[in-house]
């Protein structure tokens, strides 16, 4: 690009306010990239902001040109499944953001459709974020350095993922998670069942299955089966199941009526999931974000997980995952602060029994107390202003920005 084109663009952005292009895959990145808009608003108050979110960056006031659920696809063959999509509608993104004229995008989760957006943009001199790192601390660590090709800088929502990233030459900073922020060190139990209309003195367990319908689909029946056996053994308790959205819930009222859970002591709940995870005594879920959530509530938890058997044998022989935790809480600490049980070993009577120990074990329950206040502390960094400030600091805008001066 000769010195006539710079002045000229230069010219054009001194205009304009910044223009900050974001893409967010699913739930999880909408809400992070509604409270990063909003962080980014304080330091650019002329800016505009534009690209693939959902409900809450709308709220924000960001433009999207594509909702987040279109990119909600997880698993090696779901993914292929849904490949020509995909491609047809990163084509389409791309053309559009680079005519909008960005000044940084910042790829928000969903590494498989951001990563190679972040690079396209990255080869044309537009500076590029990708906020949450990938899981490189579990899997495929050499990823890290191709991340570094997409990503000028990456920001992480632990601690241990910044070091990793150090190793392969990569900028990277830990900014912190937002739900660290938002949820209180201690809540309050009592407050929460009498919200959901609980009993104050009744056992009372969370099953959340997941908050995609794949994930329902494969671990929902197995999930409620495992709730029955419990409340065979403790014949007043409430089951509370959270529903993310209306076709989970739609799934999750069909596998419960299928069920031989009690009615009366059954709570399908629209949204409410950390009001539901601070009224219980244990949480029954799927590994993923959900495990922060309930670490967070400073509830005993059991995790399960499975993905389909095919992508299962493949992720294994190729020895993709090279640790032996996979709940956020035991990756943390370091240690085994829920029990996992993954795959085969995800059964109705080993996710029962396991729930069981919890009920029946307060000094246990008690011991972990601190253990999650320690880990709550450590994330709570004001994650949003600390993502905003990691993209202002971002030498490429900061050029940019003297450019336009």
């Not at 993104?93 to 990255?122: C, H, M, S, T, Y």
């Not at 191709?146 to 030459?169: N, Q, T, W």
């Not at 197995?222 to 403790?234: C, I």
Request: one cysteine or more; hydrophobic letters at 45%; charged letters at 25%.
């Amino acid at each position: 690009m000769n010195e006539a084109i710079r002045g000229h663009e230069a010219a054009q952005r001194a205009g304009r306010g910044r223009r900050f292009v974001l893409v967010a895959g699913e739930a999880s990145g909408d809400a992070l990239g509604a409270g990063l808009v909003e962080e980014l608003r304080k330091r650019f108050p002329d800016a505009h902001f534009a690209g693939i979110g959902g409900d809450a960056m709308r709220a924000a006031g960001v433009e999207t040109w594509h909702d987040a659920s279109e990119l909600a696809v997880m698993g090696l063959f779901e993914v292929l499944r849904h490949l020509p999509r995909l491609l047809k509608l990163r084509a389409e993104f791309r053309q559009r953001a680079l005519d909008w004229r960005p000044d940084v995008l910042i790829g928000i989760d969903a590494p498989d459709f951001n990563l190679g957006v972040e690079r396209w943009f990255k080869q044309r001199g537009v500076p590029t974020v990708h906020y949450v790192s990938p899981s490189v601390w579990a899997w495929r660590e050499k990823r890290a350095e191709k991340i570094g090709d997409s990503a000028d800088r990456v920001l992480c929502l632990f601690p241990m993922e910044p070091p990793i990233y150090a190793r392969h030459g990569v900028d990277a900073r830990f900014v912190g998670h937002p739900m660290a922020d938002a949820m209180p060190l201690h809540p309050d139990r009592e407050a929460a069942r009498a919200q959901l209309g609980l009993p104050a003195g009744a056992p009372v367990l969370a099953v959340l299955p997941g908050s995609r319908l794949g994930e329902i689909e494969r671990l929902g029946e197995v999930f409620f089966e495992a709730a029955w056996r419990v409340s065979e053994n403790m014949r007043d308790l409430h089951v509370v199941v959270p529903a993310a959205n209306a076709r989970c819930r739609e799934a999750l009222q069909a596998q419960l009526s299928r069920s031989a859970l009690p009615v009366m002591h059954s709570h399908l709940l629209d949204g409410q999931a950390r009001t539901a995870l601070a009224a219980a005594d244990v949480i029954l879920l799927a590994s993923g974000t959900a495990t922060l959530e309930a670490m967070l509530s400073k509830r005993p938890m059991v995790v399960g997980y499975r993905i389909s058997p095919l992508t299962y044998r493949v992720v294994r022989a190729l020895g993709l995952i090279k640790v032996d935790r996979y709940a956020l809480p035991n990756v943390l600490a370091g240690e085994d602060l829920a029990p996992e049980l993954i795959q085969d070993d995800c059964t109705p009577e080993r996710l029962a029994e396991a729930v069981l120990h919890w009920f029946d074990s307060s000094g246990e329950v008690a011991s972990l107390q601190p253990k999650y206040v320690a880990l709550h502390e450590q994330l709570r960094r004001d994650a949003s202003a600390s993502a905003a400030e990691a993209v202002a600091t971002l030498p490429g805008l900061l050029a940019r920005r003297a450019g336009a001066a």
